[in-house]
């Protein structure tokens, strides 16, 4: 089967399907099935990560698909990241290979800064906490030199295209003034109640594709923090009043509703499911049109809200780099 989604041109030229498929908090088992399903339903961009823990099981549906010649290499548009703990620049190249190795690919098309600050590591890659359990900011964290390495990724085919995510303005236009590679997208949570217009709007004068991750919420992340003893309750945006009223007069579910106006400002979505119909519907949104009416009401639902707000890693927020708000920040 094809692709199914409309694609955004980067500022290199290459193409970045405008829906992909979210893989945070999902087991090996349910992320094979995904996986499968999605690539099925016509998915072809599938974001990941070495802390998602999950690479090497994407990796062994990626090897069945591709041996069997249901899809080929180059349809596929596969994203991972640089960790938190493990950003240094001597760390660019040895966690690529891992990753590469874990997903039985030669290279990756996008490779990001995963965030902007380091944390430090123990051995076996866990992160270091202090007397009182909090977690240990490395200090040593220096964009720039990162950078380097990363644009090293490209010069020899490792990954297609570099870019960062959890950055903000400051960050991003800080990492433009050394950058010979131009960051290809800035990965960010975006929905309707967390807009960051200012972000985006910045980005994109910059030529930088937003990637909006939880575009739907993740109301899922309440049952992880709360078992961290961070009990926090949490918005579901598919029951926002306006959100069902638009879906209803159109025909559509508010989730359907959520992803095409985040498509229609030119923002890639990557939206988390694992269920076959669900799956379908999220790539299902291009034979709809909002009106200008629709699109305001949806725009006044920002709140400011952050879903990912990183308090369960609590210690972080002493690094420079931190620039979330929570619990801990006020």
Same mark, same amino acid.
């Given at each position: 089967?094809?692709?199914?989604?409309?694609?955004?041109?980067?500022?290199?030229?290459?193409?970045?399907?405008?829906?992909?498929?979210?893989?945070?908090?999902?087991?090996?088992? +349910?992320?094979? $099935? #995904?996986?499968?399903? !999605?690539?099925?339903? %016509?998915?072809?961009?599938? *974001?990941?990560?070495?802390?998602? &823990?999950?690479?090497?099981?994407?990796?062994?549906?990626?090897?069945?698909?591709?041996?069997?010649?249901?899809?080929?290499?180059?349809?596929?548009?596969?994203?991972?990241?640089?960790?938190?703990?493990?950003?240094?620049?001597?760390?660019?190249?040895?966690?690529?290979?891992?990753?590469?190795?874990?997903?039985?690919?030669?290279?990756?098309?996008?490779?990001?800064?995963?965030?902007?600050?380091?944390?430090?590591?123990?051995?076996?890659?866990?992160?270091?906490?202090?007397?009182?359990?909090?977690?240990?900011?490395?200090?040593?964290?220096?964009?720039?030199?990162?950078?380097?390495?990363? +644009?090293?990724? $490209? #010069?020899?085919?490792? !990954?297609?295209?570099? %870019?960062?995510?959890?950055? *903000?303005?400051?960050?991003?236009? &800080?990492?433009?003034?050394?950058?010979?590679?131009?960051?290809?997208?800035?990965?960010?949570?975006?929905?309707?109640?967390?807009?960051?217009?200012?972000?985006?709007?910045?980005?994109?004068?910059?030529?930088?594709?937003?990637?909006?991750?939880?575009?739907?919420?993740?109301?899922?992340?309440?049952?992880?923090?709360?078992?961290?003893?961070?009990?926090?309750?949490?918005?579901?945006?598919?029951?926002?009043?306006?959100?069902?009223?638009?879906?209803?007069?159109?025909?559509?579910?508010?989730?359907?509703?959520?992803?095409?106006?985040?498509?229609?400002?030119?923002?890639?979505?990557?939206?988390?499911?694992?269920?076959?119909?669900?799956?379908?519907?999220?790539?299902?949104?291009?034979?709809?049109?909002?009106?200008?009416?629709?699109?305001?009401?949806?725009?006044?639902?920002?709140?400011?809200?952050?879903?990912?707000?990183?308090?369960?890693?609590?210690?972080?927020?002493?690094?420079?780099?931190?620039?979330?708000?929570?619990?801990?920040?006020?």
């Amino acid at each position: 089967m094809a692709q199914n989604t409309q694609l955004l041109t980067l500022n290199n030229g290459h193409k970045m399907p405008m829906i992909g498929l979210g893989t945070l908090q999902a087991s090996d088992e +349910e992320i094979e $099935v #995904a996986i499968d399903a !999605a690539l099925e339903a %016509g998915y072809r961009h599938i *974001d990941t990560a070495p802390r998602y &823990r999950n690479e090497k099981a994407i990796g062994r549906v990626l090897k069945r698909w591709l041996d069997s010649g249901k899809v080929k290499r180059e349809e596929l548009f596969i994203v991972t990241k640089l960790p938190l703990t493990a950003n240094a620049p001597s760390d660019v190249l040895p966690i690529i290979r891992k990753s590469l190795a874990d997903l039985q690919l030669d290279y990756v098309d996008m490779f990001l800064i995963h965030m902007p600050f380091t944390l430090m590591a123990n051995e076996d890659g866990s992160i270091k906490k202090d007397e009182q359990g909090l977690m240990i900011p490395d200090l040593r964290t220096n964009h720039a030199a990162t950078w380097v390495e990363m +644009e090293k990724l $490209v #010069a020899n085919g490792l !990954a297609k295209s570099i %870019g960062v995510s959890n950055f *903000d303005q400051e960050q991003v236009g &800080r990492l433009l003034k050394t950058a010979k590679i131009r960051p290809a997208t800035n990965q960010i949570e975006h929905h309707v109640y967390l807009q960051q217009r200012e972000l985006v709007d910045f980005c994109k004068a910059e030529g930088i594709a937003i990637t909006a991750y939880a575009p739907l919420g993740s109301r899922g992340l309440a049952k992880f923090t709360a078992s961290l003893g961070l009990p926090r309750e949490l918005p579901d945006l598919m029951d926002v009043p306006e959100v069902r009223e638009i879906a209803a007069a159109h025909r559509k579910t508010p989730a359907q509703v959520l992803l095409r106006w985040i498509v229609d400002n030119g923002i890639i979505a990557i939206p988390k499911s694992a269920n076959p119909e669900r799956l379908r519907q999220n790539l299902d949104i291009f034979d709809f049109k909002l009106t200008d009416e629709e699109i305001a009401k949806l725009v006044k639902l920002d709140e400011n809200f952050r879903i990912f707000d990183c308090a369960w890693i609590h210690g972080a927020e002493g690094h420079p780099e931190f620039r979330f708000k929570n619990k801990f920040t006020n």
